[in-house]
Structures are given as structure tokens and as C-alpha cells.
């Protein structure tokens, strides 16, 4: 599984294909202050990307892709600048 719970961290780990993104989901939409790791992530499917974009948890770590870690990750970043995430985003998905 390349989606683990770490307290509330969420380390998004190895290759994570769209299978795993109703398991991000899920903990994502569980109130708590979220912190999503990608230090560990090689690959990571759109459907992820999306979830994120939509959530806009806090975010750490530099993944050692260089497409995730020049272009995908500067723009969640830039999302979540641009917008803070709306109180209840969880409960108005």
C-alpha cells in the first residue's frame, strides 16, 4: 500500500496508482490537521494529484522524481497559495 497513516501524517510512498486514491481520500476527509509527506513518492496518478488539489493538506518532503518534484509539486503548492481550503471542505466535497 504506498498510501500509510502516520499519526496525521499521510506518507505517499513508492508508485501510487489511482487504486489508492479512494484511500487518500478517505483520510483526507477526516477532520485533523493533515500533513502529506511525498519524500517517498516515485509516482503519483493524477487521481492523487486531484485529491490534493481538492484537500489542500499541509505538505512535506521533496519527491526524488524530477517531474513530481519540479512541476507537480510546485503547483500544489501555488494551489494552495492561491486559496485557502474552505472550512468544512470534508463535509462539501
Request: proline share 8%; aromatic share 4%.
Given at each position: 500500500m504506498s498510501v500509510r497513516q502516520?499519526?496525521?501524517?499521510?506518507?505517499?510512498?513508492?508508485?501510487?496508482?489511482?487504486?489508492?486514491?479512494?484511500?487518500?481520500?478517505?483520510?483526507?476527509?477526516?477532520?485533523?490537521?493533515?500533513?502529506?509527506?511525498?519524500?517517498?513518492?516515485?509516482?503519483?496518478?493524477t487521481a492523487l494529484v486531484q485529491a490534493l488539489l481538492r484537500y489542500r493538506p499541509a505538505l512535506q518532503g521533496t519527491p526524488d522524481d524530477p517531474f513530481l518534484s519540479r512541476l507537480v509539486l510546485p503547483a500544489l503548492i501555488r494551489a494552495q497559495a492561491r486559496t485557502p481550503n474552505p472550512a468544512g471542505a470534508a463535509a462539501n466535497p
Open positions: 502516520d499519526g496525521w501524517t499521510i506518507r505517499l510512498e513508492g508508485a501510487c496508482p489511482v487504486e489508492e486514491a479512494e484511500a487518500l481520500t478517505a483520510l483526507l476527509e477526516t477532520p485533523g490537521p493533515w500533513t502529506v509527506d511525498l519524500s517517498g513518492c516515485r509516482q503519483l496518478h
